[in-house]
């Protein structure tokens, strides 16, 4: 069974563009969450999708949005660029979310300059 | 926001066992999660309590009181290849779907 993907892997962007990443969830997942990682806050929660519906967000502004497609991939956007949003940014799936094992895809590594 | 505190670092030396605490104060706890992360990899799933007790599984046990808030995760006959970040994760009911997480404990193992 393949794994949670996401792509790109790498990124490299400056202050002011957007930028959009892709995750593909294990096949017969319905939850897809999204998380920042950084060395100084962690792991912090974006937002959740289920069965193509947003049902969590968390505390980012509305610069960072998603969304999910029928057959389960989600993308994230972020616009409007800012250093501080230089993190690895990390997709993770399961059957039906948090009540679950959340599966981690690699992550996407996005720097902003 | 969730408090869920867990130590910045620890270490221990390969054969011996190691104990990551993690104390959490989160209304409409629901359950509790570990992770392991290595550097440079995604985190992996180690271990869900839900209920009160211990649950072992191979050489890592993870215990949970609810009324206490607080959480270890036993690591027994460490390896060299166990040196990671170990994060603690609390879900609440409201919330099913998002992980809250904490900063996450560096263990280190020595030869």
């Known amino acids: 069974k393949a794994g949670v993907t996401q792509t790109p892997r790498y990124l490299i962007k400056t202050r002011g563009q957007q930028v959009t990443l892709s995750c593909s969830p294990i096949?017969?997942?319905?939850?897809v969450s999204w998380y920042q990682q950084t060395p100084g806050q962690g792991l912090q929660f974006l937002f959740e999708y289920f069965s193509e519906t947003q049902r969590n967000k968390g505390n980012f502004p509305g610069r960072f949005s998603g969304r999910q497609f029928s057959n389960s991939r989600s993308e994230m956007n972020v616009s409007t660029l800012e250093l501080g949003d230089s993190a690895l940014y990390l997709c993770?799936?399961?059957?039906?979310?948090?009540?679950?094992?959340?599966?981690f895809g690699p992550g996407t590594r996005l720097t902003v300059l | 926001g969730q408090n869920i505190d867990q130590p910045t670092e620890m270490t221990a030396t390969e054969g011996a066992i190691v104990q990551i605490n993690c104390t959490y104060q989160t209304s409409g706890f629901n359950g509790l999660f570990w992770y392991q992360q290595h550097a440079g990899e995604a985190p992996t799933f180690l271990s869900y309590n839900v209920l009160d007790g211990l649950e072992e599984k191979g050489r890592f046990s993870s215990f949970l009181s609810r009324s206490k808030g607080y959480s270890y995760l036993l690591l027994k006959e460490l390896q060299m290849k166990d040196s990671a970040s170990y994060l603690c994760?609390?879900?609440?009911?409201?919330?099913?779907?998002?992980?809250?997480f904490g900063r996450g404990t560096q263990l280190t193992v020595w030869p």
């Open positions: 096949s017969g997942h319905r939850s």
């Open positions: 993770a799936s399961s059957l039906q979310g948090a009540i679950d094992e959340q599966f």
């Open positions: 994760a609390v879900t609440r009911g409201s919330t099913l779907g998002r992980l809250y």
